[in-house]
């Protein structure tokens, strides 16, 4: 039995072969279009090329025709306008997009990231410091659609707020001046799954384009652009939106934005984190995304937005080696919280339907990394809080796939000082006293929504295919299909009854992958790897069952096909 229970997706063989025949791709990669939602060749055509072209018009997103006539004034006007954002990966780089933008417009333009004491997005506290520095526009990114008491006392304050996010609208809007947000009710913007860097970057080009000669934004602007969408990319990818629709055509782009920016700050992060070329959206979430963060988990939340907006060489250099080195610093404390909280799970006698764990130990900007560890770990969603000495947890949840974490938690909002999120991300804050009743109530929550039976994670599975498939011209097709990430996942193949070749072995500076050769039936022997799979080195069979995805391995100018394996079963 593999560590994880395989689950088969199917498609129709006459759709297989139309999509084959009209996009002239083979049958195998029909079969990964349809999986990816795919059921007509003009489909087809725009999954595999996604042109700039087809970005939806920036002018249909809710009220932005009043949020840019107001910008153009306050520009006119010599106001000052401030960039409000947020101290993860989706606001800083929303900051540090709009400050880019307004410098080519020579607008009076600040930004503000709160600190994480002080709470998420717009605070009464932003709004007053705001005020103090003579702000007359306060423009928020990836917040501000639920914040209506902050925005009532900025216009008590006699400040125009526009707010530009992409979280839940509610049931009532805040008191802004203009809300720009792609599933505002009463409007009809074709994509509502934008992140909020996105949504900032079609409202800079509603603006540019209400200016309609180019000159008026000057010659810098094409190389805004080129920065712009590497940021839209790293922000896409970490805040885990479905790369489908416009998403796939920001992601992709600006991912070949990333390699040949001249942005001093993207290529001191790019370089600091080791990305290699071509850079992927698996660079951006394990190595880019994790550095942006570092500082706003460890009490420097305006770091990540300095460096992206840092124009001098080696300044950016040096504000990239000391993300880097808060990074060090957050693994080896992430390692400690993690290990606390399961300690904490092993004393409730197990994780439940949610787990819910709380302890002083765990640094409040951890807790989201931490809940995310716990989900590996136990394949359920998690929430960890982070005790201060007033008596006040906050903390983070992550989710598994299909659990909508953000209606479990709506449940139980009575228990909440403060709550918010999404399907597989949450926040919450809430008094230390309750933390047991609301463990009770969200376990109850889940209960009612889907039980947690399986010990064994699913693992989904895009297609069966015999060895004669198997080839490196497969797998340069196979790129076609990318960007990979939420909502176009890697595809992973299974291969039935491979014969394994010659001796397996241990491979890594701790021995923890398992490398090997296998022979399809009606195929080549190809090099296997296995990564965190030393635990299969003494039951490995002579024949197996492998679930895969395809890897070329480039050296010496010679192309060779390899596979990294993601679970085993051996005959």
Known sequence: M????????????????????QLKVSPLLSRLLIN???????????????????????MRMGQVEKAVERVRRAIANK????????????GSTSSALLH???????????????????????????????????????????????????????????????????????????PAYAIVHPALPGYDYPFAGLCGCAVAFKFALAIAGSYGDANTLGPRFPAFLES?????????????????????????????????????????????????????????????????????????????????????DERAKLLAMEMDLLNTQRQKLEREATKKAKELVDE???????????????????????AARLVDAYNRPAVVLSINGDGIATGSGRSVPDFHLLDALKACESHFIRYGGHAQAAGVTINKSGIDDFRVAVNKAAASVQRFTSERALLGVDALIGGEELTLDFAKELSWLEPFGEGNPEPLLALEAGKVIGRPRLVGKTGKHLTFHVAPENGQAIRAIGFGLAAHLDTLGRSVDLVFAPRINRYGGREELEIEVRDVISR
């Open 2 to 21: 593999g560590a994880q229970q395989w689950v088969f997706q199917s498609q129709p063989a006459a759709l297989v072969q139309s999509l084959s025949t």
């Open 36 to 58: 990816r939602g795919v059921k007509d060749a003009d489909a087809g055509e725009r999954f595999l090329r996604p042109s700039m072209e087809r970005l939806h018009d920036p």
């Open 79 to 90: 106001e000052h306008i401030r960039t409000q954002g947020d101290y993860d990966v989706d």
């Open 100 to 174: 880019q933008f307004f410098g080519l417009l020579n607008a009076n333009h600040s930004f503000a990231i709160p600190s994480r004491g002080e709470g998420y997005g717009l605070s009464h506290k932003a709004v007053e410091r705001a005020k103090a520095d003579g702000v007359t526009l306060m423009l928020t990114v990836d917040n501000g659609i639920a914040a209506h008491d902050e925005i009532a006392h900025a216009r008590e304050l006699g400040i125009d707020v526009i707010v530009t996010d992409h979280h839940p609208v509610g049931e009532r809007l805040p």
């Open 228 to 312: 712009a969408l590497a940021l839209v990319a790293i922000a896409s990818v970490c805040d885990v939106v479905a790369l489908r629709d416009e998403n796939r055509v920001l992601v992709r782009h600006g991912l070949a934005a990333l390699e040949v920016t001249r942005h001093p700050g993207l290529r001191a992060l790019r370089e600091v984190s080791q990305a290699g070329a071509p850079i992927t959206t698996q660079e951006i979430g394990f190595r880019i995304g994790p550095r942006i963060n570092a500082g706003g988990r460890l009490g420097q939340e305006s770091l990540a937005a300095t460096l992206l907006t840092e124009t001098n």
């Open 348 to 370: 409730f006698g197990g994780p439940g339907e949610i787990v819910v764990v709380a302890h002083e130990d765990i640094m409040p900007g951890l807790a989201g990394i931490v």
